[in-house]
């Protein structure tokens, strides 16, 4: 019961006090504009190209603005806590870290949900896009994953705050990788080998290549293993994230550096 | 006035050049715009396209920088206090503010390199500039127009801690609007005229023009003209801007 409710009003309450972008005058200019003429540029970008259609980039760029979502809040859930000293009160709960930052992730992940349809629903609109209804819950589920893959690459990304002063660095880094290693803007064939095997391991990439496979008509069954894929890469990102916020944590204890900045 | 601005820029440049973020957003954006287009355009493009495409992610850092950067580098003297201290400075508000927008501008200058230096050693793309005094006058006529073009932004982020946000939404309209990495002639006809008036265009014109072709003069006098426009605009929407800020007392919120 208690690992429930730090799960569900510990999320809730992080989620509202610590997502900065929740404000509209914020949410609308770098969760709605950002990523729809994102989606624009890149659709106009691949027509000169001329190497893949519209759908490539519209569904493309919709899974990015899921993960930079959920890359930025996940770990500004964690790097606010220490901004405002509240990390070290965190951490001395008995609380299950599992439910304390599963808590946290599952905000993020709905609100890039959130954020990937709008992208995807006005970028389709804008550039004439159309996809058969038949295979938007298909779609829901590859993003679902996706959202998951990214909120747990964010937990990693969110953990190294007791390193550093800003996490923002390595998110942005990161966010700006994701839109070539994934294959979110670039046909993955036509990367270099040692950046095709990277993506393999890297949240996105599966998701994007199942919900690319939906859109050409494909059924849910036909990309389940894309769907797993996705799933198992996010699973290993959020254990790496749990792993290295104990480790962080064991280290901050030791050297008393919680409240350090 | 005079040293107050040259102050302004170089204090801002160090904190740019102390900033991690900064550092490491201006060497990993730019390679990452030029290498999605080198990927898209592949080995059936000849080099001097591959080349234009480095400018083109080399002159989208720079906005990105301008708009981004300098919004959110107001928005950290709004955090640390110091916001209503250069308001209240005893000089012009834009002596203040344009240094932030040209130091931020300038900054750009080191996405430019990076890119030319990753198209040069990762993708074989020869730097190949046929009127270096042209290139380096485009390069500053692009750093001071496309400065002062966020200096009409500036206005709002002086008012608003959201505004800064806005900039972030600015990006990449402006790209799109300025035929940045992508020919103007594929986007509908009513943007070429939105594109006229936006710095960006022009700065992207006489540089591109200034590697190879030449012509680049008059795409820096439209720089240089474009410059006076927007300072024009820019000295009343700042002292409105300051003085709506000013009755509210909205320059310490954060």
Excluded at chain 1, 17 to 42: D, G, H, K, R, S
Excluded at chain 1, 73 to 82: D, L, T, V
Excluded at chain 2, 9 to 36: E, T
Excluded at chain 2, 124 to 135: E, M, S, T
Aim: with cysteine.
């Amino acid at each position: 019961m208690n690992w429930l409710r730090v799960f569900f009003h510990g999320g809730l309450t992080s989620y509202r006090a610590l997502f900065a972008w929740i404000n509209p005058w914020i949410f609308l200019p770098v969760l709605v504009v950002y990523p729809v003429f994102q989606t624009v540029f890149f659709v106009y970008l691949g027509r000169a190209a001329d190497v893949a259609d519209d759908a490539f980039f519209v569904i493309g760029n919709s899974f990015v603005a899921a993960a930079v979502t959920g890359l930025f809040g996940m770990g500004q859930a964690i790097a606010g806590e220490r901004r405002f000293q509240t990390l070290p009160v965190l951490l001395a709960s008995p609380a299950s870290r599992l439910a304390l930052f599963l808590g946290r992730a599952v905000p993020t992940m709905a609100n890039g949900f959130v954020v990937a349809t709008i992208t995807f629903v006005l970028g389709a609109a804008l550039m004439g896009v159309t996809i058969d209804r038949a295979a938007y819950g298909g779609l829901a589920l590859a993003l679902a994953a996706s959202c998951f893959a990214c909120a747990a690459l964010g937990l990693c990304v969110g953990s190294l705050t007791f390193r550093a002063r800003s996490i923002g660095v390595f998110a942005d880094a990161i966010s700006a990788a994701l839109l070539l290693v994934t294959g979110a803007n670039v046909p993955l064939e036509r990367l270099p080998d040692v950046l095709q095997s990277v993506s393999a391991y890297i949240p996105l990439t599966h998701g994007l290549h199942a919900a690319r496979t939906l859109a050409t008509g494909a059924s849910v069954t036909d990309v389940l293993p894309q769907i797993r894929d996705e799933l198992l890469v996010g699973a290993a990102y959020f254990a790496a994230g749990l792993l290295l916020l104990r480790y962080f944590e064991r280290d901050g204890r030791r050297a008393g550096s919680f409240e350090r900045f | 006035m005079i040293r107050a601005f040259a102050t302004g820029l170089r204090v801002h440049l160090v904190h740019l050049l102390r900033s991690p973020f900064d550092l490491v957003a201006i060497l990993i954006w730019p390679v990452i715009f030029a290498s999605i287009a080198y990927y898209l355009i592949g080995t059936e493009g000849s080099t001097r396209v591959l080349f234009v495409a480095s400018l083109g992610a080399a002159m989208m850092m720079l906005w990105s920088q301008v708009i981004v950067g300098s919004g959110f580098s107001l928005d950290q003297q709004r955090n640390q206090g110091t916001l209503e201290l250069l308001v209240a400075a005893p000089v012009p508000l834009v002596i203040v503010i344009a240094p932030v927008m040209i130091a931020s501008a300038a900054f750009g200058i080191y996405g430019l390199l990076v890119t030319l230096a990753w198209g040069r050693f990762a993708f074989g793309i020869p730097i190949a500039i046929d009127h270096p005094v042209a290139f380096v006058v485009a390069a500053v006529a692009a750093i001071v127009s496309i400065g002062l073009l966020g200096l009409i932004a500036a206005s709002l982020f002086v008012l608003s801690r959201a505004a800064s946000y806005f900039g972030v939404a600015l990006q990449y309209p402006v790209y799109l609007a300025s035929g940045l990495m992508l020919p103007l002639a594929l986007l509908p006809a009513w943007i070429d005229p939105l594109s006229w008036v936006l710095a960006p265009t022009w700065g992207y014109r006489a540089l591109t023009h200034a590697s190879g072709g030449g012509g680049a003069w008059r795409d820096i006098g439209m720089c240089v003209l474009l410059s006076a426009v927007y300072l024009v605009l820019a000295l009343p929407c700042l002292a409105w801007f300051e003085r709506v800020a000013r009755d509210r007392g909205t320059l310490k919120l954060s």
